[in-house]
């Protein structure tokens, strides 16, 4: 509890506002479930102090996709966010937002200052071009079948008998 204290008062010192009034915020919660009154008012005092000098991001949609998700600077947002304002530290950053089938789009927001709010409209994710399956692949071509081979041994049995039977006459 001692430490996030001290890390919000560092972030409020950096000016990363929306970071300090998050963790002064759940230091409080952490004081008060731990009976630490002294700390839960003191937390409770610094993110009061904080919020009227927080920068707000609003994220709008301009048309409901199923299964539109959206990302903050690489992490998940929930859909029930938008149109709500969201804390935000100084600086840039970028917004994502994808749906099956959609083709994704990304955004980004630059914050200068504090207080300022910013919207953002998340455009109509377009359609993603479907190519056709490719047509079936035809069978390899088979080798054409061998030759047939020949059975030889009538032919030379013939011979044979043909040179026996020859030569008999002759001896005849």
Known sequence: ????????????????????????????AQAARANQNDRERI????????????SRIVVEAEAPTAGLTLELDG???????LGSPIPIDPGDHT??????????????????GEGQLLKVRVPTLRSRE??????????????????PEVDTTQRDLGIVIAGVGGALLVAG
């Open 130 to 147: 479907v190519a056709p399956p490719p047509p079936p692949k035809a069978p390899p071509a088979l080798p054409p079948p061998p030759a």
């Open 95 to 112: 917004i994502g937002a994808s749906a099956p089938d959609r083709e994704p789009t990304t955004m980004k927001v630059s914050v200068v």
């Open 43 to 54: 937390a409770k005092e610094r993110a009061t102090a904080i919020e009227p000098r927080l």
């Open 1 to 28: 509890l001692g430490t996030l204290l001290y890390l919000a008062t560092c972030h409020e010192r950096e000016g990363k506002l929306a970071s300090a009034w998050v963790e002064f915020t759940e230091a409080r």
């Open 75 to 81: 992490k998940a947002l929930s859909a029930a966010v």
